[in-house]
């Protein structure tokens, strides 16, 4: 018995623990498309880390996360990963497609090649899973004075944590550019350059989660432009366009105005790296958008150039300064999340029959004409293919 709802149950209870062990590869190259893989320990380390793995992704059906590799990936493998040693701002790129395409499974693959061990170099991870949280008004904020920008002290401290966790083996390795001072316990505390390390500066540094005015959060993204001249960094944000379609946050100034993303300290600092204003010499930027909300909303489609921008457009459905940054120093490429093949389809199928998931079929000619029927029923969409296989069997 729970108190949960079936949906959210399935995905909290640990089904997956019951699951059989699955005899596939791990996921290191691009070299063999259409197969099943699973991720290495340490990729699924930073996963759980940065919370990189989406709810609802029906991953409790298997004892551990698996996906199959496409043309999809293949295609960011060349446009991204193969560009992250040039600067971040020619490597720009967001997933877009139907609901239950794939964008955010497209995204794992991604973040898994670029931290395997057939990669040149595995990059620093800034990995954000759901944007929508910079506004929607689940967080303290403090104006900083200074900068004129909103901090968010709890948020950037959570997130810093994660960061710090995940990458960590990265960390400890970066000695620091410059001296940073900060206070803790009353008493002035000195970094020092050349000896103390990134990872000393988020792990023992609490100014991050300060409820106060503080530039620790701008000096470690300073920190990690400097830093990219060795160690690419590559900025993933999933759920992008509930950051980007919703400019207008839900918090409020003084006199109850709203406040613009770009007036958030992070929130402005992530449409620049959109932008490519802010460039990391090595690395890159993957967006994913999702299908839950802003479908009417332009501001992203208008920046990735699938819409054309209309005068008349009222202005909470469309935002010229986000579609202007998506567009400025050579614009953020889309990349269509394609559907799987009929022989992708049936490849999926078989593995879940195997796996255990599915009943077995009454022959392989039964089996074919199921595969069939799912491929149709579903246009090889693999949201869609798992309810069709799910009431088929």
Request: charged share 20%; glycine share 6%.
């Amino acid at each position: 018995m729970t108190h949960h709802e079936f949906r959210e149950a399935v995905t909290q209870l640990g089904y997956e623990k019951g699951a059989q062990p699955l005899q596939v590869p791990e996921l290191t190259s691009v070299e063999s498309l259409g197969d099943l893989y699973k991720y290495s320990d340490a990729t699924k380390s930073k996963f759980n880390e940065l919370k990189v793995i989406q709810p609802y992704q029906h991953h409790e059906m298997f004892s551990e996360p698996i996906s199959m590799t496409t043309t999809n990936t293949e295609q960011i493998s060349k446009q991204v990963l193969s560009k992250l040693q040039g600067p971040s701002k020619d490597n720009r790129v967001c997933l877009v497609g139907a609901k239950g395409i794939g964008k955010s499974t497209l995204l794992m693959q991604a973040m898994a090649l670029a931290n395997s061990s057939d990669a040149t170099q595995a990059p620093v991870f800034l990995h954000i899973p759901n944007a929508n949280a910079i506004v929607d008004g689940s967080s303290d904020y403090i104006l900083n004075q200074k900068t004129g920008k909103y901090q968010q002290p709890m948020f950037t401290k959570r997130w810093i944590w994660k960061l710090k966790n995940a990458n960590a083996d990265v960390f400890k390795q970066l000695k620091l550019s410059r001296d940073f001072t900060y206070e803790k316990d009353r008493k002035e505390v000195t970094l020092v350059k050349g000896e103390n390390t990134v990872y000393d500066l988020l792990n023992d540094c609490h100014d991050f989660g300060k409820y106060g005015p503080t530039n620790a959060f701008q000096f470690f993204v300073e920190e990690l432009q400097h830093q990219s001249q060795n160690v690419p960094v590559l900025v993933t944000i999933d759920r992008a366009n509930g950051l980007f379609d919703f400019p207008i946050t839900e918090y409020r100034h003084a006199d109850f105005s709203s406040v613009h993303v770009s007036q958030l300290e992070i929130g402005d600092w992530l449409l620049k790296v959109v932008s490519g204003e802010f460039n990391f010499t090595k690395g890159g930027v993957i967006l994913a958008q999702s299908s839950d909300f802003s479908a009417h909303r332009k501001s992203m489609k208008v920046g990735l150039g699938l819409e054309v921008h209309s005068p008349y457009e009222k202005a909470w459905l469309f935002d010229i300064d986000i579609a202007n940054a998506m567009l400025a120093n050579g614009g953020v490429k889309p990349i269509e999340v394609a559907p799987f093949t009929k022989d992708e389809t049936s490849k999926l199928l078989e593995f879940y029959q195997q796996a255990g998931v599915l009943q077995a079929t009454q022959g392989e000619t039964e089996f074919t004409k199921i595969a069939n029927n799912q491929y149709t029923l579903s246009g090889g969409n693999p949201w869609f293919l798992v309810q069709a296989a799910a009431f088929a069997y």
